[in-house]
């Protein structure tokens, strides 16, 4: 069985700020783990994902999150926050690269100007 | 990136009527497709999975014969929610890829509301 938490169903940050969004998962094998954004009325679109290979995983618009399994997180950083930003961020994992996803409930990221 | 397409966006239904939702790759042939539902303030959770020219594999918990799932085609998957009640009323977000090998694609999803 899998699971994914994500702390913190909302998050504000100013403009230029670091984004710090997080993810907790639970596996019984080595994890796939996503990251997902998804803006009003849109698809959810990947934004990076760790299939263990580097921990440091880097993905597009200037995220990336890094993989520790001591503490089971996988948390979404970025270092200068861009109103753009503005967005619903889903964490996911699975126990095969493509097959399927479980995933947290969300954390809603509004930047501030 | 490669597009998937649902439609509709939202649609409103009477209880007890039924509602076709359409997920479409447009631009990739699509073996497999995924679909999710999300109710207010929790997860994506997975409700079947399907292969085209194959009946669905549905997840524990999930009935089939009132969540019609047909692919019948590489670029078409729809999602028959039959005899709707308000507690069907959630987003519906289907996902599309090639092969095992490559990433799903995600749709824009459809907002239902049974009243």
């Known amino acids: 069985a899998q699971s994914v938490t994500q702390l913190g169903s909302h998050v504000s940050v100013s403009e230029g700020a670091l984004v710090l969004l997080r993810c907790n998962y639970s596996?019984?094998?080595?994890?796939?783990l996503f990251w997902y954004v998804q803006y009003p009325n849109q698809g959810l679109q990947l934004l990076l994902k760790?299939?263990?290979?580097?921990?440091l995983v880097k993905g597009i618009n200037g995220f990336e999150a890094e993989f520790k399994k001591s503490e089971t997180s996988f948390h979404l950083t970025k270092p200068s926050a861009h109103m753009s930003d503005a967005a619903e961020y889903f964490c996911?994992?699975?126990?095969?690269?493509?097959?399927?996803?479980?995933f947290g409930t969300g954390t809603r990221l509004t930047i501030i100007p | 990136g490669a597009v998937v397409s649902q439609h509709p966006s939202w649609v409103i239904c009477k209880s007890g009527t039924s509602v076709k939702i359409e997920c479409r790759s447009l631009?990739?042939?699509?073996?497999?497709m995924f679909w999710y539902r999300q109710f207010p303030k929790q997860s994506l959770m997975l409700m079947a999975t399907?292969?085209?020219?194959?009946?669905?594999?549905?997840e524990q918990g999930v009935e089939k014969d009132k969540f019609l799932i047909n692919h019948a085609s590489l670029t078409l998957s729809t999602l028959t929610v039959t005899s709707a009640h308000p507690e069907d009323s959630s987003f519906y977000i289907c996902?599309?890829?090639?092969?095992?090998?490559?990433?799903?694609?995600f749709g824009q999803g459809t907002r239902l509301t049974v009243v």
């Open positions: 996902s599309a890829r090639t092969d095992p090998n490559t990433e799903a694609f």
């Open positions: 596996s019984s094998v080595p994890p796939y």
């Open positions: 760790y299939t263990s290979a580097a921990t």
């Open positions: 996911a994992v699975s126990n095969n690269g493509n097959e399927k996803l479980t």
């Open positions: 631009d990739f042939q699509a073996t497999t």
């Open positions: 399907s292969n085209e020219g194959s009946k669905a594999t549905y």
